[in-house]
């Protein structure tokens, strides 16, 4: 088992930034694929980052990729995302997750363990 929770949503102009953490406990984190995903009112869960076990690669949906960054730090059992130039159409519930394979994938049925969610609320 991983337990995971977000943290660091909120409520920002367009424009601003936010950084989500997410915290991990239970088994070795460390050795696991992360990643965030979002979820919009009336849409589908959609895959937004990940990074490997010692991120050495990262992964980024394309509308994201010039303005978010995901690390990690496996000492503290702490993922990261990292949000600039955020748009009303950021705006979602964002979720850490976990991946027990040794691919970095998208698909949000391929990870194992969830957190919460954690607001995340762009106005224009």
């Known amino acids: 088992q991983v337990q995971l929770v977000e943290s660091g949503g909120g409520l920002v102009q367009a424009g601003g930034s936010l950084r989500l953490s997410c915290a991990a406990s239970?088994?070795?984190?460390?050795?696991?694929?992360a990643g965030w995903f979002r979820q919009a009112p009336g849409k589908e869960r959609e895959f937004v980052a990940a990074?490997?076990?010692?991120?050495?690669?990262?992964l980024y949906q394309d509308s994201v990729k010039d303005r978010f960054t995901i690390s990690r730090d496996n000492a503290k059992n702490t993922m990261y995302l990292r949000m600039n130039s955020l748009k009303p159409e950021d705006t979602a519930v964002y979720y850490c997750?976990?991946?027990?394979?040794?691919?970095?994938?998208?698909?949000?049925?391929?990870?194992?363990?969830w957190g919460q969610g954690t607001q995340v609320t762009v106005s224009s």
């Open positions: 239970g088994r070795t984190f460390s050795t696991y694929i």
């Open positions: 990074i490997t076990w010692n991120g050495g690669r990262t």
């Open positions: 997750a976990v991946d027990m394979s040794v691919v970095v994938r998208r698909a949000p049925a391929n990870y194992d363990y």
